[in-house]
C-alpha cells in the first residue's frame, strides 16, 4: 500500500485482508490517522493485462478523480466497493485499447503533450488555475500525474477507436436518404428566441451602482414606486434612441443573475408556442407580439417590480432539407453502427488477452 509520503520499503503487518473494499478502508484509515513510527506501506498488483500490472495505488488514484467514487470513500459508503471493482473492470479495458494502440502504432502523438495542457487547463478554470486544482487533487488524495494519465488514455483511446472502428464505417446514399425519410422529427429547426430583460425591483438594496448615480443625479432621495416607474421610462427613452441595449441591461438590472450575461435570456421550442423560461414565467408571450429590434411596454408585476423586454433575435420553427442534414445525419449512423461495432470488438480484445487480477494481501511476522 501507499501512503500520502509515497511508496515505502515493505514490513511485514500482522494480519490478511481479503477483498478489494477492506483493503481500501485499511488504506483510507492510514491516509486518515498517523501510522506509528515503524509502520510502513506497500502498494499491490490488482490486476495484470498482457502482462502489464494496475496496482492498487494506481486504482485508487484514478477512483478518486471521481467525484462520486471521493464521496463514498470519505462517507466509507458500502458502495465503495462496488465502485471500486467497477474503476478496475474500467481499467483493464483501458489497458487493452492502450496495448491495441501500440500494435497499431497510433498511442503517441507529437500533440498529446499541447492537448493534455489544454485539457487540464480547462479543468483548472473553476479553481481558479493549476495550482488551486492541483490542491483539489491533494485533499482527494489524488497526484497530480494520475489526472494527466486520464486525460492522455482518454486521447489515445478516441484515436484508436478511429482507426480500429470509424474510419471503417462506410455510410452509403441510400442509407443517409432511409435515415432522413424514417426520422422526420428530427429534422425541424426549433423555434428560437433571444430577449434582453432588464428587471427593475422595488427592493432598494438591489440597485446597481448604474441605477445609484441615476438616482443621485435626479436628486431622488428616496427609492419608491414612483422613482421605480421613472427609471424604467428612462431605460426604454433609451432603448428606442437606440442605446446598446445589452449595456443598458448589464447597467441598470436589478436580477443579480442577469447582469452579467447583459439581461440575455434565450428559450426554444419545438412547437409554434415558444416555451417559456424557468423562472421568467410570461415573458415569451410578452415578447411575442414584438418584431425585431422592438422593446416592450413598462410591464408591471404582482410584485410591484418592474420588467422592460427587448425582442433582440426570433427564429420561426423550420424544416431542415436532405442537403443541409446530411453531414449530421452520416455522424448519426456512424455513432450507431460504432455501438454496435464497439461492443464486438473489446470482446476481442479480451477474448485474446491474458488477465489476471489478484486479491491483495498484508503480511506480518
Partial sequence: ???????????????????????????????????????????????????????????????????????????????????????????????LIIQEGKRLKVAKNKGDDKEVERQVKDKAEPFNGVTGLKNMLSERGVSYRALEDEIRSNIVIGRVYFNAITKNIFVSPRQLREYYAENPGEFSRAAKTKIRRIRLSLDEEDLTEEGKKWLKNEKINEWDPAACQKLGKYIRLRILNRADVGQLAGKYTMRLSEQEKNGLLEFTSKTEKYAKVSGVKGLAEISNPLREGEVSKIIKKRSGDLDIVYLEMRRPLSKIGFQAAQENIAREIKRIEFDLKIQVWLGTLRQKATIRQFTPRQKSN
Fill in 1 to 95: 500500500m501507499e501512503n500520502s509520503q509515497g511508496a515505502h520499503t515493505v514490513r511485514k503487518i500482522c494480519f490478511v485482508i481479503f477483498g478489494l473494499g477492506a483493503l481500501l478502508c485499511a488504506e483510507s484509515a492510514h491516509a486518515q490517522e498517523k501510522a506509528p513510527e515503524d509502520t510502513v506501506f506497500a502498494d499491490f498488483i490488482v490486476a495484470v493485462v498482457n502482462k502489464e500490472p494496475i496496482t492498487l495505488n494506481y486504482l485508487l488514484q484514478r477512483s478518486r478523480l471521481q467525484r462520486k467514487f471521493s464521496i463514498a470513500e470519505r462517507n466509507r459508503d458500502p458502495n465503495m466497493q462496488r465502485l471500486l471493482g467497477e474503476k478496475l473492470n474500467s481499467l483493464i479495458i483501458e489497458k
